[in-house]
């Protein structure tokens, strides 16, 4: 029954830190967007 505790909290330690490099990911794309937006004004 531990066992199976422990790896239920590393699977949710690996899902969270999954979800924040994704929030990272999906901020770079935006920044990208808005920067190539931004050149094809120029």
Not at 6 to 32: G, M, P, S, V, W
């Amino acid at each position: 029954m531990i066992l199976l505790q422990l790896l239920a909290i590393h699977r949710r330690t690996l899902l969270d830190n999954l979800h924040k490099e994704q929030k990272q990911i999906d901020c770079l794309d935006y920044l990208i967007y808005q920067i190539e937006k931004e050149n094809k004004n120029i």
